[in-house]
């Protein structure tokens, strides 16, 4: 089992903050440090200093670290361009000499669109959308040095591309995809993902999600054993019940709430949950580490729970 860092910038964090976690993170052992992609604050907090973009904060840290992975859980396929994007991430990926992985989805967070002027169109455009970004992204980076790509899409129409800059992952970095739609998510998870991330997904609610995009991997004749299955849960650990509560408490949530729903309790406790996580093919879990001041909390899962792992 790998853990990951997974951060919410829009919450309130700056590069600083953000370098700090990444830089601590890789530091003590965890497999990557990925962040959400979006530009407005969730609930009652303030949201200071304001929002940082995805991929300008991961071009920072391709620099400034050396070994951690990085990438976006999820980048919301409104926000940018398939051909542009294909071209931002494989920047990233040089920058950082192939340490990056895309996590993209359809959107889902109207608020945001409308504050930064972004169109939102109905779900099953956005859907329609995602499918030919995924087509034009990967088809850009799997093109053939030398060779051009073109792509007959309805919302996003290629010709002629010479399909550059070239990713130095090859055949191109990995593709994460998530969620819980029964229908459209498997489809095009078995085509382009490379990992499949359910959110905040309890492991006994897990394996019927897990199927689902199975079956439709069997279905385009793909094994869906090449497929990585992942997970992504609140992180909430302490040395005992008085830490626990006051990690909770920083973060505006109940230990109760958080032992049921997330990843909260002591190491044990937390080594335990990750085992029924593993038991249902889970290979990797995000941490969701919302106090990114609180860097001793990355400490004593590493110490406590990566060593048990």
């Given at each position: 089992?790998?853990?990951?860092?997974?951060?919410?910038?829009?919450?309130?964090?700056?590069?600083?903050?953000?370098?700090?976690?990444?830089?601590?993170?890789?530091?003590?052992?965890?497999?990557?440090?990925?962040?959400?992609?979006?530009?407005?604050?969730?609930?009652?907090?303030?949201?200071?200093?304001?929002?940082?973009?995805?991929?300008?904060?991961?071009?920072?840290?391709?620099?400034?670290?050396?070994?951690?992975?990085?990438?976006?859980?999820?980048?919301?396929?409104?926000?940018?361009?398939?051909?542009?994007?294909?071209?931002?991430?494989?920047?990233?990926?040089?920058?950082?000499?192939?340490?990056?992985?895309?996590?993209?989805?359809?959107?889902?967070?109207?608020?945001?669109?409308?504050?930064?002027?972004?169109?939102?169109?109905?779900?099953?455009?956005?859907?329609?959308?995602?499918?030919?970004?995924?087509?034009?992204?990967?088809?850009?980076?799997?093109?053939?040095?030398?060779?051009?790509?073109?792509?007959?899409?309805?919302?996003?129409?290629?010709?002629?591309?010479?399909?550059?800059?070239?990713?130095?992952?090859?055949?191109?970095?990995?593709?994460?995809?998530?969620?819980?739609?029964?229908?459209?998510?498997?489809?095009?998870?078995?085509?382009?993902?490379d990992e499949f991330n359910l959110p905040?997904?309890?492991?006994?609610?897990?394996?019927?999600?897990?199927?689902?995009?199975?079956?439709?991997?069997?279905?385009?004749?793909?094994?869906?054993?090449?497929?990585?299955?992942?997970?992504?849960?609140?992180?909430?650990?302490?040395?005992?019940?008085?830490?626990?509560?006051?990690?909770?408490?920083?973060?505006?949530?109940?230990?109760?709430?958080?032992?049921?729903?997330?990843?909260?309790?002591?190491?044990?406790?937390?080594?335990?949950?990750?085992?029924?996580?593993?038991?249902?093919?889970?290979?990797?879990?995000?941490?969701?580490?919302?106090?990114?001041?609180?860097?001793?909390?990355?400490?004593?899962?590493?110490?406590?729970?990566?060593?048990?792992?």
């Open positions: 089992m790998e853990l990951r860092i997974f951060t919410e910038p829009q919450q309130g964090a700056d590069y600083d903050q953000l370098l700090a976690v990444a830089r601590r993170a890789e530091e003590t052992g965890f497999g990557a440090f990925f962040r959400s992609d979006h530009y407005l604050k969730m609930g009652s907090v303030s949201g200071d200093p304001g929002p940082t973009d995805a991929w300008t904060t991961l071009a920072g840290l391709a620099r400034d670290t050396t070994r951690i992975r990085l990438g976006t859980l999820m980048s919301a396929a409104t926000f940018r361009l398939p051909g542009p994007l294909a071209i931002t991430v494989a920047q990233v990926d040089r920058m950082s000499g192939g340490r990056v992985e895309l996590g993209i989805g359809a959107g889902w967070y109207a608020e945001e669109h409308t504050a930064y002027g972004i169109p939102f169109p109905p779900v099953g455009e956005r859907f329609d959308r995602l499918e030919e970004q995924l087509a034009v992204i990967t088809g850009l980076w799997e093109t053939p040095p030398g060779g051009t790509f073109d792509f007959p899409g309805k919302h996003y129409p290629v010709s002629d591309s010479p399909a550059l800059p070239k990713p130095v992952q090859r055949p191109r970095p990995p593709v994460l995809l998530g969620g819980t739609g029964p229908k459209r998510t498997p489809r095009l998870a078995a085509r382009y993902a905040f997904v309890a492991p006994e609610d897990s394996p019927a999600i897990i199927e689902r995009v199975r079956a439709a991997c069997v279905e385009i004749d793909r094994d869906p054993a090449t497929m990585i299955w992942s997970h992504a849960a609140v992180l909430c650990c302490g040395r005992d019940d008085a830490e626990v509560a006051r990690r909770a408490a920083a973060i505006g949530r109940e230990p109760a709430e958080l032992r049921e729903n997330g990843l909260a309790g002591t190491p044990a406790e937390i080594v335990d949950k990750l085992g029924r996580y593993a038991a249902v093919g889970s290979r990797r879990v995000y941490l969701q580490v919302l106090d990114l001041a609180d860097l001793d909390h990355l400490d004593l899962v590493a110490a406590e729970v990566l060593r048990q792992l």
